[in-house]
Structures are given as structure tokens and as C-alpha cells.
């Protein structure tokens, strides 16, 4: 089995001048713009692996509604808002899983 990588950046072609070895990556530009990393990261997960999403306005929605519940889950359970910054990797990725099975059929 191959890895495949998917490597974002802000600008197209900006990290050749760095990082020639990356030229046979997959690199997408997003050029500062949230939705346009949703998307790169959603079109790079359907050709790399085939499975069905959303459109990426949609996924876009989606993120931005579990990062709002998430931010009130957290305060209403003893976090503040400077804590919530720091929430482990693994907290954050259960607190997801637990946010898609109740929002997303």
C-alpha cells in the first residue's frame, strides 16, 4: 500500500522554493480562505480514496455548526474560553464523534 499525503498551502507553488522533493505530492492552494481548505481536503479525500461527501459548502456548514455547539458544550462543562484553545487532540476528535452521531444521519 502507497501513502499518499495531501499538503495545503496558501499560495500555489510557493513551497517549491523550499521543498523540492514535495513535487510529486499533492498540493492544493487555499490561499487563506477556510472554505477553499474544506474544499481542497474533501475533492483530495474523494479522488484519494473514493468515498461520498457532502459538497464542500455544506461540510463547510457543518464544521462551523460543531465548532459553535462544541464552544457551548465546553463552557457549560467547566471550561473557559481561553481553555478551549488548548482541548488534546483526542478530546477534541471524541467531542466530534459524539456531535456527528447525534447531528449528522
Not at 492544493?28 to 477553499?36: G, I, L, M, R, S
Not at 457551548?72 to 459524539?98: A, C, Q, S, T, W
Request: hydrophobic residues 40%; negative net charge.
Amino acid at each position: 500500500m502507497s501513502k499518499r499525503c495531501l499538503i495545503l498551502e496558501k499560495e500555489p507553488y510557493r513551497y517549491q522554493v523550499a521543498l523540492s522533493d514535495l513535487s510529486n505530492s499533492d498540493i492544493a492552494a487555499h490561499h487563506d480562505k477556510p472554505v477553499q481548505v474544506v474544499t481542497a481536503v474533501r475533492h483530495w479525500l474523494v479522488n484519494a480514496v473514493g468515498i461520498d461527501l457532502p459538497g464542500p459548502s455544506a461540510l463547510f456548514d457543518q464544521f462551523t455548526q460543531f465548532m459553535a455547539d462544541n464552544y457551548d458544550y465546553l463552557l457549560d462543562h467547566g471550561f473557559n474560553k481561553d481553555d478551549i484553545p488548548g482541548l488534546p487532540v483526542p478530546e477534541l476528535i471524541k467531542y466530534m464523534r459524539e456531535w456527528v452521531v447525534a447531528n449528522i444521519s
